[in-house]
């Protein structure tokens, strides 16, 4: 089944040109997805009236992620750093400090996430858009 990532239905019947890339992010979330029995295994696509919002939604992403990661880069400065400030070294708290910076940046990337979309088809959408302006 064809699925549009941003309405979620099955656009078997429109027409979709834009198809969603099948990273790394994605095939995690697929691996969780089946362990835990609610995998559909469904193909993602962006469906034609949802590239505009397909577009605002990839780089509102794009611009959490970089602040995820500044947040995640904070966590371990405030953590990790300020006992050495106070002139102790604890391997193990920069260690924790790591970690949980690391569960932060993973979690809120991946419960924000908005995949991209092959190449092939982001040309094809340029093309689009050249043509209706
Ligand atoms: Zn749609």
């Given at each position: 089944m064809k699925v549009c990532?941003?309405?979620?239905?099955?656009?078997?019947?429109t027409s979709m040109k834009l198809k969603v890339k099948d990273d790394q992010l994605i095939r995690v979330i697929r691996t969780i997805k089946s362990s835990i029995g609610v995998a559909k295994n469904n193909e993602l696509y962006v469906c034609d009236s949802d590239i505009q919002a397909y577009k605002e939604r990839r780089k509102k992403f794009e611009r959490d992620a970089v602040l995820f990661g500044a947040v995640s880069i904070g966590i371990i400065l405030v953590m990790g750093g300020l006992p050495l400030l106070a002139g102790q070294f604890n391997l193990f708290i920069i260690l924790v400090s790591v970690l949980v910076a690391a569960f932060f940046f993973l979690f809120a990337v991946l419960f924000k996430y908005v995949p991209a979309v092959t190449e092939g088809s982001i040309n094809a959408t340029t093309t689009i858009n050249k043509k209706g302006k």
């Open positions: 990532i941003i309405c979620q239905k099955d656009e078997t019947k």
